[in-house]
Every structure is written in C-alpha cells, then in structure tokens.
C-alpha cells in the first residue's frame, strides 16, 4: 500500500485546510486509516483515526475542530481541519492499518506540513 499525502501548507490561526492522502489500492481493503502528526521536537502523536465501518475517533486537542472522512470511491481520506491553531503546526502523516491472518500491517505515506502563523 503506497500512501499519498498532500494539503499542508501556510495559514493564519483560526483558518482552515483540508489534507488528502492518496491511497494506491482500493481503501476497502485497509481497515483503519489514520493522520498522526509531529511537531519539531516532539513524538508523533495520533490525530485521528476512522475504520472500514465509518466510525472516527480524535485525540482531544482537535475534537471539534477536525473531521476525518474517507471517499471509497476515490481511494481517498481526508481531514478537515477548521479553527487552526499555532500548536497544530507539524507534519502531518497518513497512515494505514491492514489486518490480515499475519497481524496488522501499518503503512506510512511521506509527511505534509502544515504551519499555522499566530
């Protein structure tokens, strides 16, 4: 599974962007898909995660203010990011979770960043 991220860019606090990752097989086929994202000197940190079913889930930092959604039919997910913050300033990573009778693969697409000026 290759993975395609793209979206990031320069916005003023309180503005908005939309990431992408790009997919190269069918997302019906990945179970959890995901954005972690990692800020200069600090641990990636997951951001938010939604699953083959629909269901999302966020880390309290952007619940309110991210929404994740995929689009099956373009092999696509997405997160919207609306009210930014200077502190959501990293590079955010898409990620792929396929569960298969081996255990779970994780599959990791390049970094886009994202900065967010006060």
């Known amino acids: 599974v290759q993975l395609q991220a793209s979206g990031g860019g320069l916005v003023q606090a309180g503005g908005s962007l939309r990431l992408s990752c790009a997919a190269s097989v069918s997302i019906f086929s990945i179970n959890v898909m995901g954005w972690y994202r990692q800020a200069p000197g600090k641990q990636r940190e997951l951001v938010a995660q939604?699953?083959?079913?629909?269901?999302?889930s966020y880390a309290d930092s952007v619940k309110g203010r991210f929404t994740i959604s995929r689009d099956n039919a373009k092999n696509t997910m997405y997160l919207q990011m609306n009210s930014l913050k200077p502190e959501d300033t990293a590079d955010y990573y898409c990620?792929?979770?396929?569960?298969?009778?081996?255990?779970?693969?994780?599959?990791w697409g390049q970094g886009t960043q994202v900065t967010v000026s006060s």
């Open positions: 990620n792929s979770i396929v569960f298969s009778v081996s255990g779970p693969a994780n599959y």
């Open positions: 939604i699953t083959s079913g629909g269901s999302t």
